[in-house]
């Protein structure tokens, strides 16, 4: 059984970069053939999408994130990231990593795993 | 981008009654990029539908869904207490992927 876990700060002041990080593990193989994501939940609000990584390399994004997120991935160590830069109040959220797809390519969201979210707070 | 709205934003239905929740995309969307998903506090959320219509692993057969085009269903043919939970739909078409407000089933 496929097991995904976030880990990283969960404080972050205004202006600073976020960084987190998620670990995959069991039945970790074909990494590669998989879309590796990051969602978002701010309080109150609905499940958003950062961006995912396929392939360790191609990247997408939400528009509304492309100029402040960096996704990238090292299957070596199976895992994958998130920087986030210039952080404010708004990117208060459980952050959760995902695996979409299905070792096809074709299909990027079909998240049937996620990691238990790791909550982030920005504040002074 | 692909919009996708989903109503009512609240559904309070008795065990064993019928759900139904919508989604409706901006633009018609490819058969297969429709997926449905239950969140319940303080869990992850987990994938019920994708594909508008294949169960995912382990999803009880109550939950269906169906649909074509711009809007899509999501059925709970027999309400269980444990189905109270937050039901996000979500489309991947063209490699951006959004999700819906959220419909909150209560029961």
């Known amino acids: 059984q496929l097991h995904l876990e976030e880990s990283g700060p969960g404080l972050a002041k205004p202006s600073e970069t976020l960084s987190l990080t998620c670990t995959v593990s069991?039945?970790?193989?074909?990494?590669?053939?998989?879309?590796w994501g990051w969602i978002r939940q701010s309080p109150g609000k609905a499940l958003e999408w950062i961006g995912s990584?396929?392939?360790?390399?191609?990247?997408f994004y939400n528009p509304s994130f492309k100029s402040r997120a960096t996704i990238s991935a090292d299957t070596s160590k199976s895992q994958f990231f998130l920087q986030l830069s210039s952080v404010t109040v708004a990117d208060t959220a459980v952050y959760y990593c995902?695996?979409?797809?299905?070792?096809?390519?074709?299909?990027?969201?079909?998240?049937?795993?996620w990691g238990q979210g790791t909550l982030v707070l920005v504040s002074s | 981008e692909v919009v996708v709205t989903q109503s009512p934003a609240t559904l309070s239905l008795s065990p064993g009654e019928r759900a139904t929740l919508s989604c409706r995309a901006s633009?018609?969307?490819?058969?297969?990029?429709l997926s449905w998903y239950q969140h319940k506090p303080g869990q992850a959320p987990r994938l019920l539908v994708y594909?508008?219509?294949t169960r995912a692993t382990g999803v009880p057969d109550r939950f269906s869904g169906s649909g074509s085009g711009r809007d899509f269903t999501l059925t709970i043919s027999s309400l269980q207490p444990e189905d109270s939970a937050l039901y996000y739909c979500?489309?991947?078409?063209?490699?951006?992927?959004?999700f819906g407000g959220g419909t909150k089933v209560e029961i």
């Open positions: 995902v695996r979409g797809g299905d070792g096809s390519a074709v299909f990027m969201g079909r998240l049937a795993y």
């Open positions: 990584v396929y392939n360790s390399g191609i990247t």
């Open positions: 633009q018609s969307l490819t058969t297969e990029y």
């Open positions: 979500q489309q991947d078409y063209n490699f951006v992927l959004t």
């Open positions: 594909g508008i219509s």
């Open positions: 069991g039945a970790a193989d074909n990494i590669g053939t998989y879309y």
